[in-house]
């Protein structure tokens, strides 16, 4: 069986085509801001807009379009503009091409695509994005989410504190290289229950920046101080759910100081601990087409076209999981 999935929720534009076990086609384009902006979404969907008959042709040249047995889109959660684009060209190549059409969460992606490439079975996942900051668990038929963040996701965060530092976008990579010539100095540690608050934080960096603090220190001290509060909700949820297993997905899966403190926290445990390969860490169409080939494997059939509205708040734990 092959599968085409799409992905357009932010600043991807990404086609994916898989088969039962294997990646066969990954291809996309990356709006990137305005040097010191966010995403703008009307930009982010224009940029869609332009790249997608190339990224479309790219994809095509590799996989012949008779060959696909379902087309898999994101539906939600992300912003309304980028998340028509990609409901609008599965739709069109379901309908012309008579192929079930399945609906994908975003967030179920990213979770599906770290099992699907590193093999590990029932883990605890730790989601981490610019736009999302997640503590989730498999139980009882669903992603349960045990702790996630109370404002900004950890990735904003960064960007933010990035961009009030002089840092260029995107910002955690700038982070990330900046920290290793720092030292530390005294940060909030926000953690509420399960839950955690990066806003406050940022305001305090950057005050203390503007105070006189060195870039490398105000760089170093906020991943040790984040990363300390991921690490330290992700055992917890590991302790109440007896999991064995942590999988680190999302954008900032790719840094390597956060990899470090989650992977000693899981060999004092007896812990395995993986994490997505930095390829799939964004967004990509693979990781819409891994859960379209999950579901329709399970159900045998895909939505009707009526039934493929976009739901840009569609959260990790209202999605039914099939398989």
Request: hydrophobic content about 40%.
């Amino acid at each position: 069986m092959m599968v085409l999935g799409i992905e357009s929720s932010a600043h991807t534009l990404g086609i994916g085509v898989i088969s039962d076990k294997d990646i066969l086609v990954d291809e996309r384009s990356v709006y990137i801001p305005a040097e010191g902006k966010g995403i703008i979404p009307r930009e982010a969907s224009q940029h869609h807009c332009e790249n997608l008959r190339k990224i479309l042709m790219m994809v095509l040249d590799k996989v012949d379009i008779k060959d696909i047995d379902v087309i898999a889109f994101t539906a939600g959660p992300g912003m309304p503009p980028c998340l028509r684009i990609g409901a609008t060209v599965a739709r069109c190549l379901a309908l012309k091409y008579k192929k079930p059409l399945i609906l994908v969460n975003h967030c179920v992606a990213h979770i599906e695509v770290g099992r699907f490439v590193t093999g590990c079975k029932d883990p605890v996942v730790l989601y981490l994005s610019g736009g999302n900051t997640q503590v989730i668990a498999f139980v009882e038929g669903r992603y349960r989410i045990f702790g996630e963040t109370e404002d900004i996701p950890i990735g904003n965060a960064l960007d933010m504190l990035a961009r009030e530092i002089g840092l260029n976008m995107p910002g955690g990579p700038q982070i990330e290289k900046l920290a290793k010539k720092g030292k530390y100095i005294e940060l909030p540690y926000v953690v509420k229950g399960m839950d955690l608050s990066f806003a406050g934080i940022v305001t305090e960096a950057v005050k203390k920046y503007k105070n006189g603090a060195k870039r490398e220190d105000i760089a170093y001290s906020f991943q040790e101080v984040c990363f300390s509060m991921l690490t330290e909700v992700t055992e917890r949820a590991m302790a109440h759910t007896d999991k064995e297993e942590v999988l680190l997905v999302g954008g900032v899966a790719a840094n390597k100081r956060l990899q470090e403190m989650i992977r000693i926290m899981c060999e004092e445990r007896g812990a395995k601990f993986y994490v997505v390969p930095q390829k799939y860490a964004g967004d990509n169409g693979v990781m819409i087409a891994v859960v379209g080939l999950l579901a329709y494997k399970k159900i045998k059939k895909g939505w009707r076209v009526e039934e493929t509205m976009i739901k840009p708040k569609w959260r990790t734990d209202e999605v039914d999981i099939y398989w």
